[in-house]
Each structure stands twice: as C-alpha cells, then as structure tokens.
C-alpha cells in the first residue's frame, strides 16, 4: 500500500489546494480550511487530454468545497497531465487526430483508448482513496462520491461498480458500448448528463448506458446542444446532488 505524500499547498478564498502523490501517481486534494472537522469526499475524474488542474476540475472543486464544506480529489489518468505517455498513447493520440481529420466517427477509437485508460487507472483510485481515507480530516468511514464526464466517466463507470465506498455518482457523455455490462453492476444514486444534439454520442446511446444503470434513484439531465456545450449550471446541479446523498444528517 502506497502512503500519500503532500508536495504543495495553497491556500485562496477559504479553499486549500495541496498537490500529492500515492505511489508516483500525482493528484490534487482541494478542501475546506482546517478546523471544520471531517467532511464527505468527493473523487472527480478529469476528460481526455485534460490534467487534475484543468479549469473545470478547479471550479467544480471549489463549488464543492465552498458550498457544501466537502474534500474534492483528482489524480491524473495514465498519459494525462504530469505523467508521461507511453508509446501505446501516443499511437491511440495519433490514430484519434487522423480520423479527426479525415471526418471519421472518433467514437470507436475513443472507446477502446478509454477502457485501456480504465484498466489502469482503477486500481489507481482505490489506492488513492486508501491513502485519503488515511487523513484524519477524511477518515475511513466518511462518505464517498465519483463525479466524471466523458473519459471521467469511461473510468469512472468499472471504478463505482466494484468499489463499495462510493454511495453517489454523477456521469455522462460517453458511449455506452464497453461500459454497459459494468454499469448493470451499479445500483448508487446516478445523475447523467447528456447533450441532445451531440455530434459524436448518439442520442440512443447515451439513453441505453443510462438505461443500463441498475440504480433505483437515478435521473437523466438531457440538454440541447452539442458536445461540449454541457451547460456550467450542471456543476451546480451535480453540487446539489452529492449535498444531498453525502451529507450525514445532523
């Protein structure tokens, strides 16, 4: 078991950042300011080509932080971010710009990078959460949410189904195609977002991945638009969703 090891802090507008590593995996732990005692955590997983400190990690971090007092995690997938690519991702990059060039469907690339993605990076997250849970601020039986759009989701989907302390998730904009089977596996509270008019995930896949859930409480949040039109007002939305299912009542 790998130890967390903190290697830089920040602190603004009530928020404290603190870069870590688990083993030589890095990530980033956002939390409310100390002294307000142990608080639910939130593990978000960051899209394609995107790092732990994207914009979108860092503002819906600070949401959940700011308005509900939660600890928010992000490690960098395999390839992404701090950690370097493999001749493997740079061949999967390259054949995705190619078709992308060419007006080729980028989905089936997408989803085989992903699951090879996925394959490595679960056992990552549950040695992440191990060493969280480590932290006297987050402790072990805390409440536990995954939060993750588009490659967040492709890992996130095998992570929830075999990892017990996760109670609450919020996915959507990906393929259902790898992800079904493991999806039928999940019966925690789901909040799935999709774009009506995305130009790359089409309309019945994303219903039958949402509909392949096993969940009792589960809601669909469809918008108009394409796919990186994900409206922000869904971060406040996904806000209000761990509020509910990670808060202990008083």
Known sequence: MHSLRFTAESSSDG???????????P????????????????????????????PA???????????????????????????????????????????RAAGEPEGPIVVRYNAHLAELAVPEWRAALDALQELPEIGSDG?????????????GVP???????ITAAVFGQHWPDVLIEKAKQITVPIEFDMQWDDEHIPREAALALFDAFASKEKTLHGNAGRHKELPRFEADS????????LRRPA
């Open 238 to 245: 996904a806000v209000r969703f761990f509020a509910r299912h």
């Open 143 to 155: 409440p536990v949410g995954y939060f993750g759009i588009n490659m967040g989701t492709a890992i």
């Open 15 to 25: 928020v404290i950042e603190r870069d870590f590593t688990v083993g030589d995996v």
């Open 159 to 165: 992570l929830v189904a075999v990892e017990p302390r």
């Open 27 to 54: 990530g980033v732990l956002w939390s409310p300011a100390p002294g307000t005692g142990r608080a639910p955590l939130v593990l978000m997983g960051h899209g394609g080509g995107n790092h732990k400190k994207h």
């Open 57 to 99: 990690m860092a503002g819906r971090a600070r949401l959940l932080v700011t308005v509900c007092g939660f600890h928010v995690a992000v490690i960098d997938a395999p390839g992404h971010g701090d950690r370097p690519r493999t001749a493997h991702d740079e061949q999967e990059i390259a054949e995705l710009f190619r078709a």
